[in-house]
Structure formats: C-alpha cells, structure tokens
Antibody, heavy 117, light 111 residues
Framework: QMQLAQSAIEVKRPGASVTISCKASGYTFTNDHIHWVRQAPGQGLEWMARIDPKSGDRGFAQRFQDRVTMTTDTSTTTARLELSRLNSDDTALYFC??????????WGQGTLVTVSS | QSALTQPASVSGSPGQSITISCTGTSSNVGGYKFVSWYQQYAGKAPKAIIYADTERPSGISDRFSGSKSGNTAFLTISGLEVEDEADYYCCSFAGGHLTYVFGTGTNVAVL
C-alpha cells in the first residue's frame, strides 16, 4: 500500500527552524518527485517546493527560496523539509505529496507546525 | 506567482450541476495542459479529482469533469450529492524550475 507518513506536531519559537519528515513506502521512492504544500489555519493550499529524490534537483516558490532546505535519503526513503527563521505566519499544516507527472496523487497526513512565543 | 483566482463559494441543490472557475495567466493555466483539481474535507489531506486539465484519476466518479478555455480552467460537478460538500482547489504547473501554483479555493455547499 502506497503511503507517505509524516512526522508529528511541532511547536517552535519565532526565529527558530523546524524540520518535517515524510517517509515513503509502497512505491519506488526515486521514481517521483516529492512536493511540499502548506495550509495556514482557515486558509487555502500553498505550494512551497519540490525535490527529485533521484537527482536532487529542486524547485521553489519564490517566497520560500531563501528559507527552505529540502533533502532526501534514498536508503530510508525519507524526504525532509527544513524551514528557517520561523514567524507566526508559518503556523500551518504542512503536507508532503508525491508528484505523479503533473499532479499530486499521494499525500501525507500533514504535520501541524505552531510558531508561538 | 500569485494564486489562481477561484470564487470563494458555490452552492447548489442535490442533483444539480455546478461549475467552479479557476483563472490564471498564460504563464500557468493558459500555457500548459497541466491543471489539476483537488477535493479537501476539513482537516484532511487533499484528494486529486482531475489532472491534465480534463483527465480523471482511477476511481474518481465521472460526475467530476474538467475543461479549459484560454487562461481559465473549470471544474464541473454534475448530479450534486451531499458528500460533495467540501473545499475545491485548482492547481497549475507554472513553468520556471518545475514550480506550481494553487488556486484560492472554493467552498461548495449542497443546500
């Protein structure tokens, strides 16, 4: 059964960094890109970035380019997103999703990140 | 990239058809055959219901259909059912270094 399993809730102080993990199972991890999408409370979906686990190639939404770091570990089939210099606007549910061609066919359950002093 | 524009809400009665629009630019919606649509229930992960402008993933009801004209894509839900009450988002490939952009989202109410 194909699945993306994400790490649990994170609570961080403003200015800190957070790392979210996304473990893939049930398919060949290096065949498809991993995308990161977030959703602030009561707001819409926002595409953040994507990574090709095979080549390491990355793409970013411009507003996250200088704060997002993405990695993948093919030995553990895990993708990670690090978001730095957190502020209250980064409080959101963060999803990883598999890119199957041009759309996102498999989603993680989401990781809630709360930024609060 | 600015978010694609969708109506905030659309409503219909059971059995009716509704259409949701998604307006972008020639740099995203109008430039590629890569618009997808997602259904999301509150607190849940989104689910793909349309990809490549008009295609349905396996297992998705044929009550859902996609189309496009110029820089605007459309999602039509026919034979509206109570279970269709959810938020719907369009998403388009936006070129560049394989980047994407979502729509602002539409809440569908079945009255």
């Amino acid at each position: 059964q194909m699945q993306l399993a994400q790490s649990a809730i994170e609570v961080k102080r403003p200015g800190a960094s957070v790392t979210i993990s996304c473990k893939a199972s049930g398919y060949t991890f290096t065949n498809d890109h991993i995308h990161w999408v977030r959703q602030a409370p009561g707001q819409g979906l926002e595409w953040m970035a994507r990574i090709d686990p095979k080549s390491g190639d990355r793409g970013f939404a411009q507003r996250f380019q200088d704060r997002v770091t993405m990695t993948t570990d093919t030995s553990t089939t895990t993708a990670r997103l690090e978001l730095s210099r957190l502020n209250s606007d980064d409080t959101a549910l963060y999803f990883c999703a598999r890119g199957l061609g041009s759309y996102f066919d498999l989603w993680g359950q989401g990781t809630l990140v709360t930024v609060s002093s | 990239q600015s978010a694609l524009t969708q109506p905030a809400s659309v409503s219909g009665s059971p059995g009716q058809s509704i259409t949701i629009s998604c307006t972008g630019t020639s740099s995203n919606v109008g430039g590629y055959k890569f618009v997808s649509w997602y259904q999301q229930y509150a607190g849940k992960a989104p689910k793909a219901i349309i990809y490549a402008d008009t295609e349905r993933p396996s297992g998705i009801s044929d009550r859902f259909s996609g189309s496009k004209s110029g820089n605007t894509a459309f999602l039509t839900i026919s034979g509206l059912e109570v279970e269709d009450e959810a938020d719907y988002y369009c998403c388009s490939f936006a070129g560049g270094h394989l980047t994407y952009v979502f729509g602002t989202g539409t809440n569908v109410a079945v009255l």
